[in-house]
């Protein structure tokens, strides 16, 4: 499974920003899909979560601010990152759980003033 993933930028600390994970078969195929961040300096981690079923998770640091949603009309994950932080800046991953983990490219958030 091919992954495209957009709508990384710079945002001031408070807004917000969505980023899109468009995967190139049925997302219903697909056990979960989510995206992940790495930071400079720091391990990649999983910020969010959404199954095959419709099910999201969290990692604590983002519970209440972010939410991830599908479409799968169009195949595709969003993340909506409201309340940014600044240590909310990384590179974003998507990934496709599909016999094995599938990555798009990542896209870069910055929160800055």
């Known amino acids: 499974v091919q992954l495209q993933a957009s709508g990384g930028g710079l945002v001031q600390p408070g807004g917000s920003l969505r980023l899109s994970c468009a995967a190139s078969r049925s997302i219903f195929s697909i056990n979960a899909m989510g995206w992940y961040r790495q930071a400079p300096g720091k391990q990649r981690e999983l910020v969010a979560t959404?199954?095959?079923?419709?099910?999201?998770n969290y990692v604590d640091s983002v519970k209440g601010r972010f939410t991830i949603t599908r479409d799968t009309a169009k195949n595709t994950v969003y993340l909506q990152m409201n309340s940014l932080k600044p240590e909310d800046t990384a590179v974003y991953y998507c990934y496709a759980d599909w016999f094995g983990n599938f990555w798009g490219q990542g896209t870069l958030v910055t929160v800055s003033s």
């Open positions: 959404i199954t095959r079923g419709g099910y999201s």
